[in-house]
């Protein structure tokens, strides 16, 4: 008999079974409605019992495909002996479309004193009870959400229930996963969305390279019932890279956030300045004052145009005029009238009218010596209306909504307070989604999984 004519035996009993199940829902579904249910309602009752009838479905595809693998008496160890099958293992696995119950050969070597299934590796199977489908959908939404309120959703959207504490485990080792090198998109991909901004323009598109740093909660190590002394806030370092495309439309390209000290930011930095085709694109610099951030971008984006945050720099001539004038017009009218002549290029006429204010108080005094020392040190960065004309961005808003969309929304939780490791991995697991990477973090997840188990 040839193994078409040996499988047809197989198929016709599993299609028997899922014809069977589909009976039995449909009779079970028209017992439980009304004779004239609503959309919503035939809805709501699909989704109460769908995963009854797709697990019945789902373990009728693995008997059909994997019949001979659930037959298996005989199986090769590595070190070359040949093995006989010790029994059958139950094992029942949880997945998006149902619950089902296999039963795998077992086989175990006297010599290397190893056990397996073989079944398991063919499936792919995880050795928790939720299967990879449900850890990354899981994964998804505990990067969005708390824990609680990430297993609420989930059971909602799925019908599966997901423990608080599961999602949480299982973020953390997905977020172990989430390397630096992964996280970040790679050249071809950064290429492509270089292509995507030029949109066959003449004109290199604008590649805008900002730094900033977000404070998050974290707290000290010890165990749930130990006394762990107060928290405290660290700060979170933060890049973004970004492409301004047709009609100024951003084009994210990477973001890197973590709770790191200045090398390790300027390796992430390196990293992606590496990846960059740096002839394909014009490249903005924007930072406030911050030494450290603009260390990091000259050092290695030495040719971009380096930009004083317009706003950032703002604030320190509304300092001096509150300082000065008060709230009054006069205040108004002299932050107006020295902005348009910063923003026009007249830099030194700024400077030297400050230097000639009459300070009015020493709170004057002290916001009229910090405004010229920081304008001073960043004149360089200041041809705001050349910029502009350039089609450079003048702020640094991609920086500061980067920090409030990737760093705020996650961790900064009411009552939240995080280990700084636990933190580090949330960044970079929010990071790869909106980097587009996750994908290939998940897989490296799986990798590492099956490599441990080995």
């Not at 902005?339 to 400077?351: A, D, N």
Request: net charge positive.
């Amino acid at each position: 008999m040839g193994l078409a004519a040996a499988r047809r035996p197989v198929e016709e009993e599993v299609r028997t079974m899922a014809h069977d199940a589909l009976d039995a829902w449909l009779d079970q579904l028209e017992a439980d409605t009304a004779d004239t249910p609503t959309l919503l309602e035939i809805s709501e009752r699909f989704m109460q019992t769908r995963l009854a009838l797709l697990g019945t479905c789902l373990e009728a595809v693995i008997r059909q495909r994997y019949a001979a693998d659930l037959q298996q008496t005989e199986a090769v160890c590595t070190c070359g002996r040949r093995l006989f099958r010790r029994r059958l293992d139950a094992k029942e696995i949880s997945t998006l479309h149902g619950r089902v119950t296999l039963h795998r050969p077992y086989f175990y070597c006297d010599v290397c004193e190893i056990g397996f299934h073989p079944l398991d590796a063919k499936l792919q199977l995880s050795d928790k009870h939720h299967q990879y489908d449900i850890q990354e959908r899981s994964t998804r939404v505990g990067a969005e959400l708390p824990f609680g309120l990430s297993a609420e959703q989930f059971a909602q959207m799925t019908g599966v229930a997901a423990s608080p504490h599961f999602i949480h485990e299982t973020l953390n080792a997905v977020g172990a996963a989430a390397t630096l090198p992964r996280v970040l998109p790679d050249a071809t991909e950064i290429s492509r969305r270089i292509d995507e901004a030029r949109a066959g323009s003449a004109r290199r598109p604008v590649l805008v390279v900002a730094c900033d740093g977000a404070m998050a909660p974290t707290r000290p190590p010890g165990g749930r019932r130990k006394q762990r002394g107060p928290g405290s806030w660290r700060e979170a370092k933060g890049v973004r890279v970004y492409l301004l495309g047709k009609d100024h439309r951003v084009i994210h390209l990477a973001s890197w956030h973590q709770i790191a000290d200045k090398a390790e930011v300027s390796t992430a930095i390196g990293l992606l300045a590496a990846r960059i085709p740096h002839d394909r694109v014009r490249i903005a610099l924007v930072a406030d004052g911050a030494d450290w951030i603009w260390d990091l971008l000259c050092a290695h984006f030495p040719e971009g145009e380096q930009i004083l945050d317009y706003y950032h720099c703002a604030e320190y001539f509304h300092g001096v005029a509150k300082a000065q004038y008060g709230s009054s017009l006069q205040a108004l009218e002299w932050v107006e009238a020295t902005m348009t002549r910063l923003y026009v290029g007249k830099v030194g006429s700024v400077l030297g009218g400050l230097r000639r204010m009459q300070a009015q108080s020493p709170e004057a005094t002290k916001a009229i010596a910090n405004c010229w020392d920081y304008l001073d040190a960043h004149r360089g960065r200041t041809a705001y209306r050349k910029l502009r004309r350039g089609g450079y961005p003048l702020g640094s808003g991609g920086i500061e909504s980067s920090n409030k969309f990737i760093c705020h929304v996650r961790l900064k939780r009411s009552g939240a307070w995080w280990y700084e490791a636990n933190s580090n991995q949330m960044l970079a697991l929010r990071c790869a989604k909106y980097n587009g990477t996750l994908d290939q973090v998940f897989v490296r997840y799986q990798q590492r999984l099956r490599e441990t188990s080995e």
